[in-house]
């Protein structure tokens, strides 16, 4: 990778903060291009230093998907937003059952951010990115005036090739079918309250901000018949039930003893006085399958590394009101409504 | 297009304002979706309702550009936010030679913002889409606390295909190549900038901010041995003419007499202490191309309605310095510098 041109002083990476000149299209833009984002990104679509990027796909058809990272605080046990930028929308392209190719990335910094952190940030996006196996391509960078912003906001949007004859839609879910989860719920959401709140436990709570490219890959490779997917992100499990209800006009039960949640985060739950059903996840994904592959898919699930707690934890009901309901661990029965109200800001 | 669900009271998009739960992922943001993107992005692709789009594209390479739009203020003579959101990445992805096609939406708003101008900014964005021949297939809304953001910031990802066997790159131009810019520069931060400054002038100085796709598709389809195009956006043409200096490594004489600016603009520059080389465009393109075709491709460029004021604004030079030089119209030389100092902050 080669300089444009040469620089008066190297960048100062270690004391050096964001100026408004870093986003003003001159010298000092491709300087932070040049010594920041070209040495973590470097591939071969970036360094051709043209305001868009052009490849070859293989064919099929193309899945994109957009998101834009706002979460406070940036840095948090178990990632930070640069990670949480690719694995967002890693997860988003790879959730229609698409293998996600190529990332942009537009970052708007707030004037004054410190280049430590966006270096660290930086550099996580990159291992994110190798990670998952994808390339960040092109991006953008803009800086706004000290108080218009908040240190460092990222927006990635993906692209991804769906090569197989999938069709995974949050409207062709059926009356009948399982609904399976990856894993235990709630630890991204919790990772970050208990960071805001200040509260230590035993254990730290870690956000389970991670990419499910390669589980989504075994899955549908083995159980193509698999009708919906989505990683349950803002709003929680309870959210992603009730868009896909009301997607697919059908109801949805779920069982509250076979929901995994880990003790801790239970916990935390409880003491924050949150429903880990609501809690953000960031690396879990719930798939809705026919019932007579529903063991199949989740024995598949569960020989992967990121699903060996997948759990059957409901099935979908001929339901005209298309209601969400949840049988409880005392045999009642709750609805699990979609909440209007905000109750964790700045999650993702 | 249906709404998924019913909600207690409509949107109210004459007094309400932007709220946190707006960006919950929970109710309160369906409603916002269903009753104002959807509105008036409505396309296939949305109203799946998925958290991706997909969709075949035409056989050929793909390209994809990204660009965060946080300009201020939100609205000025000639267009606002939403329109320059499309202009600006359906430019990067046309300045190929693609044709642009899809384009994803990533919003991120201040509490507080009211309803009505995001409506109106995203019916501009609508209506701009529509001119440029794009969909927007797929979005993204967060909203930050007041104070945390600065209104409306917006990034749009888009991606289309480079049908023809065309090879446009910064680093492809030659000494020799003809240089031809496709109307009045400086126009668009003339505009900002008399607008920040609350300055009138007899004749409203207004954004050149438009779609150059269909210019884009007439010049490679008369010319294909175009070596480069660029949009001189942030920066200006001064910081276009010195990154393709140093991509290409050549050299770069422009004429101050061929270039044209308009009276007002002129007048507007002096008055602000600006120099229209370093002023951002948003509706030109520059255009490098061998010398032998350059009349051919200015009158295709002349003929087309956003390029009626075309000319041949200089030449490339073998040059080992890479230096990007200007006669004057007193018929001295200077040097045309990549500033590194931020000129007009937020332009775009």
Chains 1, 2 share one sequence.
């Not at 001159?26 to 052009?54: R, T, V, Y």
């Not at 003893?257 to 003491?271: D, R």
């Not at 969400?324 to 209007?340: A, K, L, N, P």
Request: net charge negative.
């Amino acid at each position: 990778m080669t300089k444009r041109t040469e620089y008066s002083h190297a960048l100062d990476l270690q004391n050096g903060r964001v100026e408004m000149a870093h986003g003003s299209g001159g010298k000092a833009m491709a300087q932070l291009i040049d010594e920041l984002f070209l040495q973590a990104f470097s591939n071969p679509w970036l360094e051709q230093m043209n305001d868009q990027a052009c490849f070859t796909l293989p064919p099929g058809r193309v899945v994109m998907a957009t998101d834009s990272h706002v979460i406070s605080p940036l840095f948090f046990p178990g990632g930070d937003i640069g990670s949480l930028s690719v694995h967002g929308t890693v997860n988003d392209v790879a959730m229609s059952g698409a293998v996600p190719k190529y990332l942009s990335a537009g970052f708007i910094l707030e004037e004054g951010f410190p280049l430590a952190d966006l270096q660290r940030i930086v550099q996580s996006m990159a291992r994110a990115a190798e990670e998952a196996g994808v390339a960040i391509v092109t991006g953008d960078t803009k800086v706004v005036e000290r108080g218009k912003g908040d240190g460092c906001f990222i927006n990635t949007t993906g692209i991804g090739v769906l090569v197989e004859q999938l069709n995974l839609s949050g409207n062709r879910v059926q009356p009948g079918d399982k609904i399976i989860l990856s894993g235990t719920l709630g630890d991204h959401g919790v990772a970050i309250m208990s960071l805001r709140e200040g509260l230590t436990f035993e254990t730290t709570i870690a956000s389970d901000s991670q990419s499910l490219h390669d589980l989504v890959a075994a899955m549908v490779a083995e159980v193509p018949e698999i009708n919906c997917m989505r990683d349950p992100t803002r709003g929680g499990l309870a959210a992603t039930l009730n868009e896909i209800a009301q997607s697919s006009h059908v109801g949805v039960t779920i069982y509250e003893a076979t929901i995994p949640v880990k003790p801790q985060v239970s916990a935390a739950c409880e003491f924050l006085g949150l429903d880990p059903l609501y809690v953000a996840n960031e690396g879990k994904l719930v798939a809705f399958c026919p019932a007579d592959k529903a063991e199949q898919l989740l024995a598949v699930m569960r020989k992967h590394s990121k699903g060996q707690e997948a759990a059957i934890i409901g099935e979908v009901t001929a339901d005209p009101l298309k209601f969400v309901q949840m049988e409880t661990v005392f045999g009642g029965r709750r609805m699990v409504d979609w909440i209007s109200a905000e109750q964790l800001p700045r999650i993702c």
